[in-house]
């Protein structure tokens, strides 16, 4: 059993930034995609970017240049920095690992992201 946990969320003007951070409970080198999504009220979640263990990092295209996947190995963390944040970038995000050998996906709980003036 993968255990995700998250932490980041907050309130941010327009412009501002913030990081999202994704620690899996395994080794992360067991993981084979790592990423994002999102879900606004009303919405269906989507894809922000994700993260296989090779291969280039996807992006959705509302996000790119702006948001960018950071890991660090060592903490079997995976970051989310989001940058030149909009209003429209306001939702729950989730993180989200593929489990290599399983092929489960596991979720995180989820964090608030609010961009308002």
């Known amino acids: 059993q993968v255990q995700l946990v998250e932490s980041g969320g907050g309130l941010v003007q327009p412009g501002g930034s913030l990081r999202l951070s994704c620690t899996v409970s395994?080794?992360?080198?067991?993981?084979?995609?790592m990423g994002w999504y999102r879900q606004a009220p009303g919405t269906q979640r989507e894809l922000v970017a994700t993260?296989?263990?090779?291969?280039?990092?996807i992006y959705a295209d509302s996000v790119k240049g702006r948001f960018t996947i950071i890991r660090d190995n060592a903490k079997n963390t995976q970051y989310l920095q989001m940058n030149s944040l909009k209003p429209e970038d306001t939702a729950v995000y989730y993180c989200?690992?593929?489990?290599?050998?399983?092929?489960?996906?596991?979720w995180g709980q989820g964090t608030q992201v609010t961009v308002s003036a």
């Open positions: 989200n690992a593929v489990d290599e050998r399983t092929g489960i996906d596991y």
């Open positions: 993260k296989p263990r090779f291969g280039s990092t």
């Open positions: 395994t080794s992360i080198f067991s993981i084979k995609t």
